[in-house]
């Protein structure tokens, strides 16, 4: 079964600095996606990055990339510039790209960013 | 406008009622989740519909029974549930259930079983 492995349940950074969330994973498939969540307060789940796993080149969406590393199974995600908005659970996600219905999305357990201003 | 609305935001259940989640998407997806994200725990996936058809129970109690209508409706209905079923239960929706497209979800029912 496949998993998904968040190591910090938190994370501070400076604004204007750099973090990196981590995120590790289990799967013997080899076609499938990752994701980068965001859950603010609000509590509404929001897509920060995407990433396909055939596609070796690293997903950049404006201050936020990811550093993939499909054969040490690794996601992590660096904001860079970060601004007091960024303060939120930071979900890592994972799922099969399958011919079937079974394409399920799968969480890790979330690392909470807080932002110091 | 979210594009997934979940209501009610918040819910206090006794252990006896009956009561109804209820998830609208206007994104024209064919697919509808539930979820359950309980403190310190990974999101749970729950049910999973696709085109009305429900394609995955996640091994979940018969005290939670979903509906899905139509590919734009999903309910939830609770009956003499838990205290341990405190949580909050996201709703989802995206295009197919294949090919990695992307999940948007509601803001969550906060549901509080006492």
């Known amino acids: 079964a496949q998993t998904v492995t968040q190591s910090q349940p938190e994370m501070s950074v400076q604004e204007a600095e750099t973090v990196t969330l981590s995120c590790t994973y289990d799967?013997?498939?080899?076609?499938?996606?990752l994701f980068w969540y965001k859950q603010p307060p609000s509590r509404q789940m929001i897509l920060v990055i995407r990433?396909?796993?055939?596609?070796?080149q690293n997903a950049t969406e404006n201050r936020f990339s990811v550093n993939f590393q499909k054969a040490a199974k690794s996601f992590s995600l660096k904001i860079s510039d970060s601004q007091l908005g960024d303060a939120a659970m930071y979900f890592c996600?994972?799922?099969?790209?399958?011919?079937?219905?079974?394409?399920?999305?799968?969480f890790g357990k979330g690392t909470k960013l807080s932002v110091k201003p | 406008e979210t594009g997934v609305t979940q209501t009610p935001r918040h819910l206090v259940m006794g252990m006896t009622n009956k009561k109804s989640l209820k998830c609208e998407q206007h994104?024209?997806?064919?697919?509808m989740y539930w979820y359950k994200q309980s403190a310190k725990k990974p999101l749970e996936l729950m049910f999973v519909y696709n085109f009305k058809e429900q394609t995955e129970n996640n091994s979940v109690p018969s005290r939670f029974s979903p509906e899905c209508p139509n590919s734009s409706h999903l309910f939830l209905h609770l009956h003499t549930l838990q205290p341990e079923d405190s949580a909050l239960y996201l709703c989802a929706s995206s295009q197919d259930t294949d090919r990695g497209f992307e999940a948007f979800f509601g803001q969550g029912t906060r549901l509080t079983v006492v």
């Open positions: 799967t013997s498939e080899s076609d499938y996606y």
């Open positions: 996600a994972y799922r099969r790209n399958y011919g079937g219905s079974q394409g399920n999305l799968i």
């Open positions: 990433q396909e796993a055939y596609k070796q």
């Open positions: 994104l024209g997806h064919n697919a």
